[in-house]
């Protein structure tokens, strides 16, 4: 099953968190294709061989999308909670 990682690390000592609105606030705000794919394999759990062929496109693409909508996450976390992300 689908495991979500951003790798984000707080700088404080107590762990800020971002509330459920906030993060769906966030994940609607991605770009369309990369919304589509994080929902498809982190929330609904489909493999990466499933959102291809239910969208029509490749393994590669949906791979790619997802990384990407990953980076735009810790991005978008990172800056609403101030904290510094692994590279």
Do not use: C, W
Request: overall charge negative; proline content about 3%; hydrophobic content about 35%.
């Amino acid at each position: 099953k689908a495991a979500v990682d951003l790798d984000v690390q707080p700088m404080e000592e107590d762990e800020p968190m971002v509330s459920a609105d906030k993060l769906t606030e966030l994940i609607n705000s991605m770009p369309s294709g990369y919304r589509t794919v994080f929902n498809l394999y982190a929330v609904e759990e489909y493999t990466h061989k499933e959102i291809a062929e239910h969208l029509g496109i490749t393994e590669s693409t949906s791979k790619t999308q997802y990384r990407k909508a990953k980076a735009y996450m810790r991005k978008l976390i990172s800056e609403e909670l101030n904290l510094t992300v692994r590279e």
